[in-house]
Each structure stands twice: as structure tokens, then as C-alpha cells.
């Protein structure tokens, strides 16, 4: 599988950053839950040359994952399940893509304050009527700002690519976070 080498690489990293990340020190809040506000992808590849643009996100729910719970690890580290559902109906019939993904964030200034963050993720989607279940791995750069005490927002920007030849997409979403924990 051509997805194999890039997917250990990605894990191993994702082991290193939390060995050598700061300690956990008490930080404001231990969980942070958001949706999609907003969302941009771009297709690429002749089997995936579509466009996308969804307020609030809507996407194809391969590419965004419309909900996500990062659970901070340590002042600068997180790992966020991300869950993403796209319907179509029409006619009596009906089409459904399921995306369950998995990403690992790295905030550059911890995440106590706004903050530039780097992430990679894996994910594996499940359709209707699709065949096999591709997997999807991803890497991506994004700015998180906090605002106020409870409330933050996120605008990143992720290049994913598809399994079993389903094509590559880039995507912009726009988040909205509530931390909890404290």
C-alpha cells in the first residue's frame, strides 16, 4: 500500500513531539470541543477534481471531519477524534460518507494562548455504495486564537491525501472551540 510509509512516518512523529514536549504544567483547561464554521476544499487529481464551499462547513466530510474534541496532553501538545457526516438524498435514494479521523496538534507558543500549531492526521472514511474504505492522511498548518476565557477560533489550511487512488484535496476551514476542564 502506497499510504503505508508516509502513515509511519506521521505516527513516529507524532510519538517524538510528545516525548520531547514540556512537561504538563497546569494549564486553563483540559478539553476543547468545536465544529466547523466554515469550509474551502480543493479537489486535485483527475479522480478527485471537485470544489467545495460550505457556511457552516459542509465539504464532503472526507476531507473536514465537521466535529472535534482535543484533549490537551501537555502545555503545547493535543490529539483531537474528529467525526464528519455528509448526506445526500434524492429521489427515494440516498448517499452517506462517514469520515472517523484522528489528528495530533503541536502548538508553537502552547495552547494557554493564541497560538500557530502544526498537526498531521489519519482517518478512514466509510460510504455508501464506495467499495473499499479508503484511508486518508493528513498534514496541515493553522493559527488557534483564544478569546476570552472559554471561547476560541481556528483557521487552518491541510493537504490530504486519499487511499486505493482516490485522489488528493487541499481545504480551509474556519472552527469555533469551547475549552472546558478547568
Known sequence: MKLVRPLQTLVGAGVLMTIVAAP??????KFEIGASLASLTFGVGEENNVTTFGIPSSGLAFVNPGVYASIFLGPRVAIEPQVGLFVVSSEGDSYHVVNIAGQFDYFLKGSAESSPYVFGSVGVLEGSGSGPNPVSAGV?????????????????GKFTH?????GDAFAFTVSIGGLLGR
Open 24 to 29: 504538563a504544567q497546569a494549564q486553563d483547561a
Open 140 to 156: 496541515g498548518v493553522g493559527y488557534r486564537t483564544r478569546v476570552g476565557n472559554t471561547l476560541t477560533f481556528r483557521f487552518d
Open 162 to 166: 486519499l487511499s486505493d487512488d482516490r
